[in-house]
C-alpha cells in the first residue's frame, strides 16, 4: 500500500495518547496507552513493517470523505460506491476513571446507511517501532497480540482469522446493520474479552460525543 499524504489523516484521541487515521479506514500511527509510549501501529513510518489497523469496503474505486462528528474528537470516514454507503466511527473513550471497563480503549464502529457493503478488516500491530516480536492468538472472537512489554487484545463482532502475526476478517453490512472493534490493554495475564453489545457501545459512545461538548463549552 502506498504511503498517504498527511493530509489525508484525521486524529484521535484521549488526552493521553492519539491515532492518526487515514482516508481509507487505516490506522497507521498510534502509540499505546501513552504519547511517549513505544508504538503499536506505524505504518505511517514504514509501510511494510510499521503495523496498521485497516477497516475499508472490499470493492476497488470508492470515493472516501472524512470528518468529524460536529464539535467533538469522534472521525468518521466514509466510503460511498454505487451500492451503498458505509462509514467507520473511530473513537477513545474519554473522561473515564482508570477502573472503568472503557479506560484505554480505540473503539471502531462500522456502519450502513444505504445498501450494502462488504468490507475486510485487517490488523497488524508492530510493537515498539517494529522491534519488538509478538504472540498472536484468536479466542473465541477475540484476537490477543502478546510481546514482551505489552500486550493487546482485540475484541469483534464478526470471526477472525490469523495470518502470521496479524488477524483479518470480512464482513457484509445491510442499510442500519453495524459491526464493532475494540483495540484494549491487556494488564499481564489478563485474557481476551468479549465484543460489547451494539447498546454498551451506543451508550459509550454518547458519552463521549456529551464529553467533548461539555469540554468544547468551557
Known amino acids: 500500500m502506498a504511503y498517504q499524504p498527511i493530509e489525508n489523516y484525521g486524529i484521535i484521541g484521549n488526552m493521553r495518547t492519539a491515532a492518526l487515521v487515514s482516508m481509507n479506514g487505516s490506522i497507521d500511527w498510534l502509540c499505546f496507552p501513552f504519547f511517549d509510549s513505544p508504538s503499536v501501529f506505524a505504518a505511517i513510518l514504514d509501510d511494510q513493517k510499521g503495523g496498521r489497523f485497516e477497516i475499508n469496503p472490499r ?103 490469523r495470518e502470521d502475526h496479524a488477524v483479518h476478517g470480512t464482513f457484509v453490512l445491510h442499510e442500519g446493520e453495524e459491526a464493532v472493534f475494540v483495540l484494549r490493554l491487556l494488564q499481564a495475564g489478563e485474557a481476551s474479552h468479549r465484543c460489547p453489545s451494539n447498546t454498551d457501545t451506543e451508550d459509550v459512545f454518547e458519552y463521549t460525543v456529551n464529553y467533548w461538548h461539555r469540554w468544547l463549552s468551557k
Open 59 to 161: 470493492e476497488e474505486g470508492i470515493r472516501t470523505k472524512q470528518f468529524y462528528w460536529p464539535e467533538t474528537n469522534v472521525l468518521v470516514t466514509r466510503f460511498l460506491s454505487p451500492d451503498g454507503v458505509g462509514e467507520v466511527e473511530d473513537f477513545m473513550p474519554v473522561g473515564l476513571p482508570p477502573e472503568s471497563p472503557w479506560h484505554d480503549r480505540l473503539v471502531r464502529r462500522v456502519k450502513v446507511t444505504r445498501g450494502a457493503v462488504a468490507f475486510r478488516m485487517y490488523c497488524r500491530p508492530a510493537f515498539d517501532y517494529a522491534r519488538t516480536p509478538h504472540r498472536t492468538t484468536i479466542r473465541e472472537q477475540a484476537a490477543v497480540f502478546e510481546s514482551a512489554a505489552l500486550s493487546l487484545g482485540l475484541a469483534s463482532s464478526v470471526p477472525l482469522s
